[in-house]
């Protein structure tokens, strides 16, 4: 039971919020050591995985590009296509981003982020669609308009990369059961996945039209009468 305090470690430098890659460092680290691995042997293993999951800061790169676009008015035309909408709501918003997240993800194209895409367009079309419909927008249906936008992305990626059988959360469940000697392959574990990928979808569908529904209540008296 000693090995498992690298879980230890992490849950308490989380709910301290220490600095998280040097809690997870030190988790794997102690986690090495009390399982009697040399730690020349331990800072082999950290580096070998960083120089192979190296691509992933990839995404870095990204970050310039998007703050140019917010620089030059990406925020506002995408507020402007949205008005232009006249059927558009925050919550159809959601739904639409959140299937094309989730179809991209099923052919393991990494389109979206919240970097790259919640950020800098979601929202702000989620939000300008609430402001097309209403006068104004409250501080707290902001937040709530962040909050659904946000959890469209994570259903999208989330459920949506487990149907592509050679994503990363497929190899690790392929991994994990081949440690416990329990042998599938991959495709099998993608097929497992299209029925709780569909459900998820469902669910963003549900939600965000409960989203709309109680948006229109909250801010009915703000909604601008018909020619004005």
Known sequence: MIRLIGVLIILIGFYKKYNP????????ITTGLVSG??????????????????????????????????RYGLKERSVMLIKSMKSATTGRVIIIYTFFRELASVFGLR????????RPLVYPMAYGAAEKNYQSVSETADEKIKGISAAGENYGNFYG???????????????TLAALEIEVIPMEVAIAAIPVAVIAFIYTIV??????????????????EKGA
């Open 21 to 28: 890659i040097a809690v997870v460092l030190v988790a794997g």
């Open 37 to 70: 691995i040399e730690i020349v042997t331990i800072l082999n293993i950290l580096g070998e995985t960083f120089v192979t999951n190296r691509y992933m800061s990839i995404f870095l790169l990204t970050l310039p590009v998007i703050g140019i676009l917010e």
């Open 111 to 118: 389109l979206g982020g919240h970097v790259q895409f919640v």
């Open 161 to 175: 990369q487990n149907v592509f059988p050679a994503s990363g959360g497929v190899l690790l469940v392929v991994g």
């Open 207 to 224: 939600q965000s039209v409960l989203f709309d529904r109680k948006l229109n209540q909250t801010l009915q008296k703000n909604k601008p």
